[in-house]
């Protein structure tokens, strides 16, 4: 190890050194995501080691069982994802802001509150009474719930809480994944009330199904109106193909016109359903650099099926925002796999880049150029 690199070992070491076991946790989960993403992170890789040695040594993690800060985010757990703070929707909360928001409700917002939760969950934890830490977690959301909505109602309370939040985390936004946790808690007991209702598991939303989700969600929209992007994700996630949460806003207008379709209570689900794209663009590139072909073959063909859905349900798709950013993401996918597909083997170019995977779309997407310049040998032998 050079002078330099060992350096800044000693300089990493320090600060992580001087940040709270909480903060250490949120600040390895920041770092994943941003580089899932593909952002550079300055020391990233050391800070990596670091931070995973001494979780596999010490056995911590920030999402066991028994932290009582778990137990306080349990009412929303549901809208938790594996996103970067500043790409979450309006119905998606961030698993890398739950470290900082905790910490900054704990160490500065209501310290001496939060210090009493923490110590009465802890009893009740070690006797897993479930019950009592329900009813204990219940009573420090009211009070937290009581102190934000105060506290965001200035402008000035507002840059406090920023100000705040930046003693936690690098990430502006999860401010904004704060704001969300307190609409979360205010419809607390609906949404959870909405989520046990819920099929466990939804095949296909149409007909009979996609009736009685709508029917869930317009009883839950009419007591908690700024829930509505929760209750989205919500059904998303007991979907088995993710992108049929846009049946929702096609499944009742007459015109399938896109303008149409954003005047409709539901047509919120597209730019969801957009944001789902991304997820599989991004798995796909992460995919096809770990060599793991058949799972990126297989989210290739996801990918294809979101484009011919949305392409054959909203006329005029391409004239709206929504559209652009769609248009934008396929470019995107095209990009990286025309970049990944060459420096791959022939075998693995045949799999990815064959005319097979779109065979269910009539209508030519926007990977068809790059699809064409891929060759097609394993069809001809009928291996695929």
Request: proline share 4%; charged share 25%.
């Amino acid at each position: 190890m050079t002078t330099r690199e060992a350096i800044s070992l000693d300089q990493i070491r320090a600060y992580l050194g001087g940040l709270t076991p909480q903060a250490r946790t949120s600040l390895l989960v920041e770092i994943e995501r941003m580089q899932l993403y593909g952002e550079e992170v300055p020391g990233a890789d050391l800070m990596l080691a670091e931070l995973r040695a001494e979780f596999r040594k010490s056995g911590m993690s920030s999402d066991r069982a028994g932290n009582p800060s778990r137990h306080f985010f349990k009412p929303m757990e549901g809208l938790f994802v594996d996103r970067p703070p500043e790409l979450t929707n309006c119905g998606q909360i961030s698993r890398g802001s739950l470290s900082p928001i905790w910490e900054w409700v704990s160490q500065i917002l209501l310290p001496a509150m939060a210090s009493d939760y923490c110590e009465q969950m802890r009893r009740v934890i070690v006797t897993n009474d479930t019950h009592e830490a329900k009813r204990i977690a219940g009573a420090f959301q009211s009070k937290v719930l009581k102190y934000l909505e105060a506290t965001l109602g200035s402008h000035q309370g507002v840059e406090g809480v920023r100000a705040g939040l930046g003693k936690f985390t690098c990430s502006r936004a999860s401010f904004d994944d704060l704001e969300k946790i307190v609409s979360a808690l205010r419809a607390r007991d609906g949404m959870t009330a909405f989520n046990e209702a819920l099929p466990p598991r939804i095949e296909i939303l149409e007909s009979e199904a996609l009736a009685k989700v709508r029917s869930l969600l317009d009883g839950f929209v009419a007591k908690h109106p700024e829930a509505l992007p929760f209750g989205l994700t919500l059904v998303a996630k007991r979907l088995k193909t993710p992108w049929q949460l846009v049946h929702l806003a096609t499944g009742t207008v007459r015109r399938k016109y896109a303008s149409d379709i954003a005047a409709t209570r539901y047509g919120l689900s597209v730019p969801m359903v957009i944001d789902h794209l991304d997820d599989r663009r991004v798995a796909l590139r992460q995919a096809i650099r770990s060599n793991r072909v058949a799972i990126a073959r297989d989210i290739l063909v996801d990918i294809y099926d979101i484009e011919g859905a949305l392409k054959a349900r909203i006329v005029r798709l391409e004239q709206t925002d929504w559209g652009q950013r769609f248009g934008e993401l396929m470019t995107a996918v095209a990009n990286d796999l025309q970049k990944e597909i060459e420096t791959l083997p022939a075998d693995v170019q045949h799999v990815l880049g064959s005319l097979r995977l779109r065979r269910n779309h009539s209508a030519p997407g926007l990977l068809t150029n790059l699809v064409r310049k891929s060759r097609d040998a394993l069809v001809a032998r009928g291996i695929l």
